[in-house]
């Protein structure tokens, strides 16, 4: 089965290590990431593992680090749209999910979406990290010493 990260899936997935090597060491970024990659083999092997979440996307959570995998999979492919913290903002990945162009499953209302104002559109809110809309600064490159995670076929 081919496997892909979203751009904010692996720019998520090396913030992370980059996190955990600056202050936890290096064994504990290359931990996270054999976890990573060993939680992505098991997608493989059996893509309905993880619990159904928004839009017809699943989570997996990852062992002894609160992050959760999103993906789907559709066609033999697995999509990764999210390396998610379990306890800091919640669902902000949904609108990955909407770019997919198709719902299975339950559809939950976007948090990023106001009610529907009295034209009958609605304006998006910019995320909660970035108030003023300006493009986010990019993670930094591992540590020396830090092996990389495997990258997959797109």
Known sequence: MRVSLHPEA???LLEAAVYYAETAGKPVAEHFLAEFDRA???LRERPGLGTPSHAGTRKLPLRKFPFNIVYYERRGRLRILAVAHQRRRPA???DRAH?????????LPDP????ATEGGTRKRLRPA???EGKPQ???PSLP?????VQRFSA
Do not use: F, I, M, T
């Open 99 to 107: 770019l997919r162009g198709r719902y299975r499953g339950h559809h």
């Open 92 to 94: 902000y990945w949904r």
């Open 144 to 148: 020396a010493g830090v092996k990389p």
């Open 10 to 12: 692996d720019a998520e």
């Open 112 to 115: 990023g979406l106001p009610k």
């Open 40 to 42: 992505v083999e098991l």
């Open 129 to 131: 990290g970035n108030p």
């Open 137 to 139: 600064e990019q993670p």
